[in-house]
Every structure is written in structure tokens, then in C-alpha cells.
T-cell receptor
Framework: GAVVSQHPSWVICKSGTSVKIECRSLDFQATTMFWYRQFPKQSLMLMATSNEGSKATYEQGVEKDKFLINHASLTLSTLTVTSAHPEDSSFYIC??????????FGPGTRLTVT | AQSVAQPEDQVNVAEGNPLTVKCTYSVSGNPYLFWYVQYPNRGLQFLLKYITGDNLVKGSYGFEAEFNKSQTSFHLKKPSALVSDSALYFCAVILREDDKIIFGKGTRLHILP
């Protein structure tokens, strides 16, 4: 089956620094990637939809200048949390799809901002 | 290993008939349980969740799910299917001890007019 990886799986950073999270489709070409945020003990919140070669579409309330998303190739999308603060601590999950009817999830990245 | 199983890749139901999308889980402890729906080219949308309390949970769009602890199942149901219910459905669990979310592989629901 299709595999999506995320790197790193866990990161701790200091407040004010930036963190980049990678999402890779390992054995298929992902025309669309989604980024989600999961708050403790709560469901996922869709942050943005990213199509290869074009600008990401952000959900309402998500700051695009703070959460920079790049989808430069069919196998890689990155989420950069800029000037991270403790309230950005969360579990970030990506998913990838090559068509409208399938979606494969990455294992998630736990971000802790101190 | 912790896992969520959706045994059916695809479910076909005639419009107006009841539908069931199956989900079973194998995790330690007592997880939180979720159902999500994904329409073509869209991100996941939250349908419903079970945290505690009544085993029958009601959610969006007329869907409901029943938590069965002895069978470790959380099947999604709807009494009368609509063509617009056709989509991809994901079952997920969140482990209480570390908040890790685990997804099933998804079930494609086709409602036939």
C-alpha cells in the first residue's frame, strides 16, 4: 500500500525559532497534500490544502504567514512553523493523495515549543 | 501493535436503505473514537466522536455510531442513505496516554440512486 512519511517524528524547539516538517509520499505521486493539526484529545483540524506547483489553500483562521506550506514536487510537501510559540505545540499530520478517492496519512510530527 | 481496521474497501448501498460502515480497533487502554468523511479533493471533515458515556453517538448529516467495548467496534450507521453520502470514510482512534491518532485505511461508500 501507499506510504507517507513525516520527518521529524518529534521536535522540540525554543520559542521564536522556526521549524520545518516534511511530508513525503514514498511510492506514489501525490498531486494533493493536506496538513492537519491535532489538539490534545481532540479531533483533527484541517489547516491547508496543497497542490503540487501551486500555492496552498488555507482554511479560515489559519495564518498563512505563520504556517508556510510548500509543495514543490509530487512527493514532498513541507510545513514551516515560523516564530514558534508554546501555543503552537501540537501534533501535525499530513496526508497525501494521487486521486480524489484515496488518501494516505503520515504518522504525524509532535512539536513542542518551550 | 495498535491498529484500526476497516474491513471493507467499498460499500454499496441503494438510496433510502440503511448503511453501515464497519470499524474495529486493537489498542491498549480506552481510546477516543472518531469518524471522518472525505469528499473528492477535500480534506477530512469531522462526523462524530465517542469519548465517554452513552454508547450510541449521533453526529453530523444524520450519521451515528455505536461503541461496543466487548467487540472493540465503532461501526458507523445511517438509517436512510442519500446519494450525497457517497464519499470516503475514515475511522480513527486517539490513544489517551499519548494523544497519538491512528487511522483506518478508509472505506469508500457508494450510494446508488
Amino acid at each position: 500500500g501507499a506510504v507517507v512519511s513525516q520527518h521529524p517524528s518529534w521536535v522540540i524547539c525554543k520559542s521564536g525559532t522556526s521549524v520545518k516538517i516534511e511530508c513525503r509520499s514514498l511510492d506514489f505521486q501525490a498531486t494533493t497534500m493536506f496538513w492537519y493539526r491535532q489538539f490534545p484529545k481532540q479531533s483533527l483540524m484541517l489547516m491547508a490544502t496543497s497542490n503540487e506547483g501551486s500555492k496552498a489553500t488555507y482554511e479560515q483562521g489559519v495564518e498563512k504567514d505563520k504556517f508556510l506550506i510548500n509543495h514543490a514536487s509530487l512527493t514532498l510537501s513541507t510545513l514551516t512553523v515560523t516564530s514558534a510559540h508554546p501555543e503552537d505545540s501540537s501534533f501535525y499530520i499530513c496526508s497525501a493523495s494521487s486521486n480524489a478517492y484515496e488518501q494516505y496519512f503520515g504518522p504525524g510530527t509532535r512539536l513542542t515549543v518551550t | 501493535a495498535q491498529s484500526v481496521a476497516q474491513p471493507e474497501d467499498q460499500v454499496n448501498v441503494a438510496e433510502g436503505n440503511p448503511l453501515t460502515v464497519k470499524c474495529t480497533y486493537s489498542v491498549s487502554g480506552n481510546p477516543y473514537l472518531f469518524w471522518y468523511v472525505q469528499y473528492p479533493n477535500r480534506g477530512l471533515q469531522f462526523l462524530l466522536k465517542y469519548i465517554t458515556g452513552d454508547n450510541l453517538v449521533k453526529g453530523s448529516y444524520g450519521f451515528e455510531a455505536e461503541f461496543n467495548k466487548s467487540q472493540t467496534s465503532f461501526h458507523l450507521k445511517k438509517p436512510s442513505a442519500l446519494v450525497s453520502d457517497s464519499a470516503l470514510y475514515f475511522c480513527a482512534v486517539i490513544l489517551r496516554e499519548d494523544d497519538k491518532i491512528i487511522f483506518g485505511k478508509g472505506t469508500r461508500l457508494h450510494i446508488l440512486p
